[in-house]
């Protein structure tokens, strides 16, 4: 869903602490597997999985989307630490422009262990969080 994309650009974006992080540069944020810059450091982000979500009640269409983060930088434990201030529990303001969804709210999910990106030749972690979906109220026919 595209929509839940923009909203995890913005945010990472738009927080002032992130992009010192990443030397300053917004540029450094990137969607998906492009990668083909060789900046250190560097934050990837993509959506991992979507499953209807198993909550119910007036969750009941809530759905499960699974972004993992990928940080290439020596420094990454403060980078993923800001990650968790930014997306750990956050309830995320819908404006009207919305067309899909109406409501998400994420949390942690999973860290991975450290390695090393040859290609980059820095140290790489990823880290995974969950956005609960709720979609936008449809008019009834």
Known sequence: MKEVDALIYSRLTNDSGI?????????????GFQRNVKLVPLLTFFQFSATPGNVTG??????EYFYQFTVFDKQYPEIL????????GHVFTISGSYEEI????SLWDWEGVESHEEGLETTRK???YRFLVVPKAQDPI
């Open 126 to 128: 990823d880290t995974r």
């Open 81 to 88: 630490s800001r990650l968790k201030r930014l997306f750990d």
């Open 102 to 105: 109406g409501s998400v709210y």
């Open 19 to 31: 992009i010192s992080l990443m030397g300053g540069s917004a540029n450094r944020i990137k969607y």
């Open 58 to 63: 007036n969750f009941a269409r809530t759905w």
